[in-house]
């Protein structure tokens, strides 16, 4: 791994890492739902603030392995646009508790 950003294409991997973390929360599962992009699946988690989704990088996929991600055909999306997206992200972050580890400077877990 790199120790900081140089293309975009290790943008998309540190993204698919994090969203690994979403997925093995709420679940979530692929589906090719974008004709402009067929070669990308769209990766869809219905969280408690509503639907999310992102255009994973098929050489990132390996990265879902172990969360058993399945392939749904024509998942349906809820309409939702970018901005919406991280608004329901942005209400979600607030929502979840606090999941800390035991260091001294931040407390008990």
Same mark, same amino acid.
């Given at each position: 791994?790199?120790?900081?950003?140089? &293309?975009?294409?290790?943008?998309?991997?540190?993204?698919?890492?994090?969203?690994?973390?979403?997925?093995?929360?709420?679940?979530?599962?692929? &589906?090719?739902?974008? /004709?402009?992009?067929?070669?990308?699946?769209?990766?869809?988690?219905?969280?408690?603030?509503?639907?999310? &989704?992102?255009?994973?990088?098929?050489? =990132?996929?390996?990265?879902?392995?172990?969360?058993?991600?399945?392939?749904? =055909?024509?998942?349906?999306?809820?309409?939702?646009?970018?901005?919406?997206?991280?608004?329901?992200?942005? /209400?979600?972050?607030?929502?979840?508790?606090?999941?800390?580890? /035991?260091?001294?400077?931040?407390?008990?877990?």
């Amino acid at each position: 791994m790199h120790s900081e950003p140089d &293309s975009g294409r290790t943008i998309y991997r540190e993204r698919a890492h994090l969203l690994g973390g979403y997925v093995a929360l709420f679940g979530g599962v692929f &589906s090719h739902t974008d /004709a402009d992009t067929p070669g990308w699946p769209v990766l869809y988690i219905e969280t408690p603030k509503g639907q999310c &989704s992102w255009h994973i990088n098929p050489d =990132d996929l390996d990265l879902f392995e172990g969360l058993k991600v399945p392939f749904v =055909d024509n998942y349906p999306w809820d309409g939702h646009d970018t901005e919406e997206k991280y608004l329901r992200i942005e /209400a979600l972050n607030l929502k979840l508790p606090k999941m800390t580890y /035991a260091k001294p400077e931040y407390g008990s877990p």
